[in-house]
C-alpha cells in the first residue's frame, strides 16, 4: 500500500512540476520570441545583439517550450501519451478494456 503511495506522490510531483513549466513557458514566451526574433535580424548592429543574446540567456531555462513534456495524467509516465485523451498507451489499454471510455472498443471483437 505504502509503495503505491509513494508511486502516486511521485506522479503528481512530475505533474505538477511539468505545470509550472507550462505557466513558465507562457508567461516568458512573448519576451522569448521577441529576443529570438531580433537576434536573428542583420541590420541590427552587433553589440545590440550581444545584448539580446545576453537577455535571452538571462530568462529561466524552463520557460523554454523544448522542455515542456507531455505526460500522463494518471501515472506521470513521458513516453507514448496520447495527446487527445492525456493518457499513456499503458492506461488507455487498461481503461478501454475495463470500459470506461466512451466509444473505445478493441478492434478485434
Request: aromatic share 10%; glycine share 4%; hydrophobic share 30%.
Amino acid at each position: 500500500m505504502r509503495e503505491i503511495l509513494s508511486k502516486r506522490f511521485v506522479s503528481e510531483k512530475r505533474n505538477i512540476r511539468d505545470h509550472k513549466r507550462r505557466l513558465l513557458v507562457t508567461k516568458c514566451e512573448l519576451k522569448r520570441k521577441l529576443c529570438k526574433a531580433f537576434c536573428k535580424y542583420s541590420d541590427l548592429p552587433s553589440d545590440m545583439q550581444d545584448k539580446l543574446h545576453y537577455k535571452l540567456s538571462k530568462l529561466p531555462r524552463n520557460s523554454s517550450f523544448a522542455r515542456v513534456r507531455n505526460r500522463c495524467i494518471s501515472t506521470g509516465r513521458p513516453r507514448s501519451v496520447y495527446e487527445f485523451f492525456r493518457i499513456s498507451r499503458i492506461v488507455f489499454r487498461g481503461l478501454a478494456s475495463r470500459g470506461p471510455l466512451m466509444g473505445i472498443k478493441k478492434s478485434s471483437w
